[in-house]
């Protein structure tokens, strides 16, 4: 095979540089490519990442400083426009604009994938709706980082973001919570942190499997494991007794316990797996309806139809559609 065809063949199979697979875009549109950075460790990003973001017309970063730390790492010139939660309004439709008129720009967050727990997402859908390509650049996101060293169940999984700060809101998804049967993953805030564990705990009871990530892919990473009944001991661990840094914290299901052996991170070691692990899959009248049903009505409020917010809470928390949906009505 001549060079030149071998060449053109690898380029099929792997993606050019900037990696696309699917051809350019059409009528001069540009395209925005939505680029995994690091979640800490400098050298967690692709080498398509890297020339995606050097080929580029522009980088359209959360938070420039941090993004202008791994440009110089990796000698990268791009200029940088400044697309946050507090000018999105605005720079959207500009940086839409950009890419109507053919320019490249790569999208990314002070840290992990654009789109999780940052706004990324709203440009993506302004793109899309524009006709503009839309290309992802997969790299770190720190719950799937968390999930995976938690030793609790990845098979099936939920993550919700931040909690809804107080109320109404988180009082629902604390509810919803103590029915899910999935592993759940949850952001928190330093200062947060540790009112939320003894939330999760006085409301979903001592036996629950959990792992706390602290600053993973950095120098004081730290993995905390137990359960929720060993919360005070772990609240004494260095990383919990002054919260510090970025956590995500894993909640396992009521049907698993977390792993047995010596348990990094937690005093003494091993944890007991506590009550309510010989539970089966069915939760159905073990949870609490009231969650479910405001889960059903934030839904509804929120503009999806009551049948399909009620399929969606019905498979979360185990209790009958034709109940849920019956009871529903009299919210
Ligand atoms: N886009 C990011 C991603 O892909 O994971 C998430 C952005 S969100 C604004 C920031 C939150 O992610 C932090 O408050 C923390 O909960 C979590 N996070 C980010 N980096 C982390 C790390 N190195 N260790 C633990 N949690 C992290």
């Avoid at 059409?26 to 995606?52: H, K």
């Avoid at 070691?269 to 479910?292: D, K, L, Q, V, W």
């Amino acid at each position: 095979m001549d060079e030149e065809k071998k060449k053109k063949e690898n380029e099929s199979e792997n993606g050019s540089s900037s990696g696309s697979q699917t051809p350019v875009s059409q009528g001069g549109l540009g395209t925005l490519y939505i680029c995994g950075t690091p979640i800490g460790n400098l050298e967690d990003i692709t080498l398509r990442a890297l020339a995606t973001l050097k080929e580029v017309d522009f980088i359209a970063a959360e938070d420039t400083r941090q993004t202008r730390k791994l440009l110089a790492r990796y000698d990268i010139n791009t200029p940088l426009v400044s697309y946050h939660e507090h000018n999105m309004k605005e720079k959207g439709p500009e940086i839409v604009d950009e890419l109507r008129s053919g320019k490249k720009v790569a999208l990314v967050s002070d840290a992990g994938m654009p789109g999780i727990s940052d706004p990324g997402f709203d440009l993506v859908r302004r793109a899309i709706e524009a006709g503009i390509r839309v290309v992802p650049v997969p790299g770190p996101t720190a719950f799937v980082a968390a999930l995976v060293a938690s030793g609790l169940p990845t098979d099936t999984f939920v993550f919700l973001g931040f909690l809804p700060r107080k109320g109404k809101d988180r009082k629902a998804l604390l509810d919803c919570l103590a029915v899910e049967r999935r592993t759940s993953i949850v952001y928190e805030a330093p200062h947060r942190i540790r009112r939320t564990l003894q939330e999760l705990r006085d409301r979903l009871g001592p036996g629950r499997g959990i792992a706390v990530a602290r600053e993973l892919t950095k120098v004081h990473e730290e993995i905390l494991r137990g359960t929720l009944g060993d919360l005070d001991s772990l609240m004494e661990m260095p990383g919990l007794a002054n919260p510090r840094g970025e956590f995500v914290i894993i909640i396992g299901p009521p049907t698993i316990g977390p792993p047995t052996g010596l348990v990094e991170g937690t005093p003494g070691g091993r944890m007991n797996a506590g009550p309510g692990y010989e539970g089966g899959g069915n939760h159905e009248g073990c949870g609490n309806i009231e969650g479910a049903l405001d889960r059903v009505k934030q839904l509804v409020d929120s503009g999806m139809e009551r049948k399909s917010a009620v399929k969606l809470v019905s498979r979360e928390t185990g209790f009958r559609r034709r109940e849920l949906y019956r009871l529903s009505l009299k919210k």
